[in-house]
RNA sequence: UCCUGAGUAGCUCAGCCGGUUAGAGCAUCUGACUGUUAAUCAGAGGGUCGCUGGUUCGAGCCCAGCCUCAGGAGCCA
């Protein structure tokens, strides 16, 4: 009995002569005899030659584009140009059909846009293979690296009751009959009657609750599903992303950014090492996306060269204040070229800004630093005024070229009244987060974390432009297909 | 949410100054060919021009509103 076989391993044997059984779905089928088969298991086809005359003529006409077929025969080399070894087939049976005139997928180029409402069926693509193939690897990498230094996988919850994190906007969670709405003596929603007795949202971060878990086990991380409801209409923007949210107990901010930089290091590392072809395959992609713009935009690097050079050079690490001087000194601002000028301290960095710093001036990935404390979260940790008196904390923030940010964390306060202090001033209930003001009452100790979006690390591995394209089925405003 | 652009065949697009029966390439189908590599050659079928309303003798084209998509901005990861 002949056992199915991969054609990622097919490709690869020189078992020639020997029978073997290959399962997958036809990409093409030329000349009426050459099959393109491929099963998942590798970007590549393999071929299959029929004997078209040897061949019923009704079988042969549902070798059609998509259609799952079981072929037996021989392995053998091939004569062609194209490939090493193909099929000499010997049996040939439709598993499942695919009407031509309806599937929509042809052998030819299709936009991302199209495939994109067609999310159910791009998987079979070249492109989408590669992309989520690439995805895969990042996600084990991400595991194995902090399994390999002893963190603690946590699972933080997805529906929570607070909504003091400040992250965004969140979605509720209501089992409320919206037709019947039960309502207290001021007309408000009565929540005692929804499915928790209160008011419930879809998480925005873990990250709280990960500052808990830290506080015992030392070293942990998250990995799971966040929901923003913002209204945001972007190329890096989700309703619906994964985040990876490390917090370490007696981490400074510099140990914070030592790790979140060997972090990345190490997955773009694991998937130039295990998804070659796939990143072969989008890098030509990408070259081939970029003949379509003007030689000014294109990028100066490769997608593997660009890899690499990750691998190869340190981030750049400056303060907000030494990026306000730069910034304040470019030739962009002086000339007003910027939409938004840089004059004082203080302001939040735009997009145009981050940009400039990392694609322009320093030209690989930054880190900026110690924030002032207006613009940031309020469990940041608070620094000594400067000798201008202006506040700070230590916050960071990684800034990737083609991403913006990608990264964003801190060293968190772990001084109780300071702590407070900051929560009163920016009017965040103490009441509601006084579970998480244990961890400073109980024990308190320096700790420090971030979170990583998880697709904007699979855009810049896979060079895709729009993350939507590596999600499986995005979730965007307007959109929840599939 | 704001700004800009787009929506015409299954896909990618063209469609002149508003004028008769709406075009191409690819895909599909039919036939030919048979060691092809997005095969090739010949032929055929395929359209609610995003939706609603308006202007006009006449609208794919002009105007208004709406919907959707894309790019940029804001928010952020």
Redesign the pocket.
């Known amino acids: 009995m002949v056992k199915r076989t991969r054609i990622k391993d097919l490709l690869q044997s020189a078992d020639f002569d020997k029978t073997v059984i290959v399962k997958g779905w036809v990409k ?1 089928f ?5 099959i393109a088969i491929n099963d998942g298991s590798s970007i590549h086809n393999i ?1 299959a ?1 029929v004997d ?1 005359n040897a061949t019923e003529e009704s079988l042969l ?1 549902r070798v ?2 998509g259609a799952a077929v079981a072929i037996k025969g021989r392995l053998v080399e ?6 090493r070894v ?1 099929i000499k087939v010997d049996q040939l049976e439709i598993l499942g059909d695919s009407d ?2 309806k599937f ?1 997928l ?6 991302l ?2 495939l ?1 409402e067609i999310a159910h069926l791009r998987f079979r693509t070249n492109t989408f293979n590669a992309v989520f193939k690439v995805r895969h690897a990042l996600a084990y990498a991400i595991h194995q690296f902090f399994n390999d230094r002893g963190f603690v996988y946590l699972h933080t919850p997805i529906i929570t009751a607070s909504d003091a994190e400040g ?2 906007e969140m979605f509720r969670v209501s089992t409320i009959d919206f037709d019947h709405i039960p309502r207290n003596a001021d007309g408000g929603v009565n929540y005692k009657e929804d499915f928790f007795g209160k008011a419930t949202n879809l998480t925005v ?1 873990g990250q709280l609750e990960g500052e808990l878990a830290a506080m015992a086990f030392g070293d942990v991380y998250t990995f799971g599903p966040t929901f ?1 409801a ?9 309703a619906e ?1 994964w ?1 990876i949210e490390p917090e370490m107990a007696f981490y400074d901010l510099e140990d914070n950014m030592d790790l979140a930089e060997e972090l990345l290091r190490y997955v773009i590392r694991y998937a130039i090492q295990n998804c070659p072809d796939e990143l072969e395959f989008l890098k030509d992609r990408l070259l081939e996306e970029e003949k379509q713009k003007p030689q000014s935009e294109r990028a100066e690097l490769d997608l593997l060269a660009k890899l690499n050079f990750c691998l190869e050079n340190d981030f750049e690490r400056l303060t907000y204040t030494e990026a306000i001087s730069i910034l304040k000194n470019s030739k962009p601002n002086q000339k007003k070229q910027f939409k ?1 000028l840089i004059d004082d301290w203080g302001a ?1 960095l ?3 800004h981050e940009r400039y710093l990392v694609e322009k001036h320093f030209k690989k990935p930054v880190i900026l630093t110690n924030y002032p404390a207006d613009i940031k979260a309020f469990y940041m940790r608070q620094n000594e005024p400067d000798e201008l008196g202006r506040k700070t904390v230590r916050a960071m923030d990684i800034l990737f070229p083609g991403i ?5 964390g801190s060293q968190r306060e772990e001084r109780l009244g300071l702590l407070e202090q900051r929560m009163d001033d920016m009017d965040i209930s103490k009441e509601e987060l006084s579970w998480y003001l244990d961890t400073r009452r109980f024990g308190s100790a320096p700790h420090a974390g971030f ?3 998880f ?2 690390l699979v855009l810049f591995v896979t060079g895709m ?4 394209d590596v999600i499986p089925f995005p979730r965007t405003p ?2 929840a297909e599939f």
């Open positions: 093409t030329r000349n009426n005899q050459f071929q030659v078209f006409k059609t584009t091939s004569m062609g140009k194209g490939q193909e031509a005139e929509p042809q052998p030819k180029k299709h936009s846009e199209f994109r992250a965004g971060s923003r913002e209204n945001s209409n972007t190329t890096r923007h989700l992303f985040m938004y939040d735009q997009s145009e913006g940010e990608i990264i964003g979170g990583l979006g697709e904007r432009t729009n993350i939507r307007k959109n």
